[in-house]
């Protein structure tokens, strides 16, 4: 069953629930990524303050709340959510968090992903993180292009389960070099693992 999200429009945030710099791990540059189990139970955190899960919108809340949430802790500057098209066929955008320039977020909300197509698609089919360290250099990635102009580089992308079943996909950019270090690929499995679970509680009360 594919979770009831967005039956409308697709939703632009604005930050609410962005974390303090204070509280953010840092990227590259000199500066190194926190503790990756604080960035989990940071996340699991997060989750437990959607009390009520019986409708479209606590879904939504619960998205919104580990976008901008992730992206605070690791000082990334965009990050968004897509969901399955119900036949299965292609990932389109939902909501996003963050700022870059207009053209890459026009072009994020324009786009559809098949299965091993461009950064989501690569994630959908390999089935955990996929990273590319420049997504201007992804040929099959119809962002790339607007990664140029918007100073994207760094793309992380992660798919969200249930029951085996990818039922969408969060990404996050970085306008800095950044590598994929063994303690930011740990946080981003347990982040997915937190997620997947927190949607399987949801489609659970939904039902």
């Known amino acids: 069953m594919v979770l ?5 429009q697709p939703s632009r945030l604005g930050g609410a629930n962005a974390v303090p710099a204070s509280e953010k791990a840092q990227g590259a540059g000199g500066k190194d990524h926190e503790d990756a189990h604080k960035a989990v139970v940071g996340v699991l955190e997060q989750l437990t303050r959607v009390h009520t899960l019986r409708s ?3 879904f939504n809340d619960a998205v919104r709340t580990v ?11 965009y990050g968004s959510f897509w969901r399955m098209d119900p036949t299965d066929r292609y990932l389109s955008f939902a909501i996003d968090s963050g700022t870059v320039n207009e053209g890459f977020m026009q072009a ?3 786009a559809k992903f098949e299965k091993g197509v461009g950064l989501n698609g690569r994630a ?3 089935g955990g993180l996929f990273y590319t360290p420049e997504l201007s250099q992804m040929g099959d990635c119809c962002r790339a292009p607007d990664a140029v102009r918007a100073g994207v580089r760094a793309g992380f992308c992660f798919p969200i389960q249930q029951k085996g079943r990818t039922i969408g996909t969060m990404d996050f950019f970085t306008t800095y070099p950044c590598e994929l270090t063994d303690e930011l690929q740990t946080a981003f499995e347990g982040i997915r693992h937190a997620v997947s679970m927190f949607f399987d509680r949801l489609q659970a009360a939904l039902q």
């Not at 009831?4 to 409308?8: A, D, R, V």
């Open 56 to 58: 479209e919108r606590d």
């Open 67 to 77: 976008l901008d949430y992730v992206r605070g802790r690791f000082d990334f500057a």
């Open 124 to 126: 959908w089919a390999k």
């Open 4 to 8: 009831p999200l967005l039956k409308g």
């Open 108 to 110: 994020t909300m324009a």
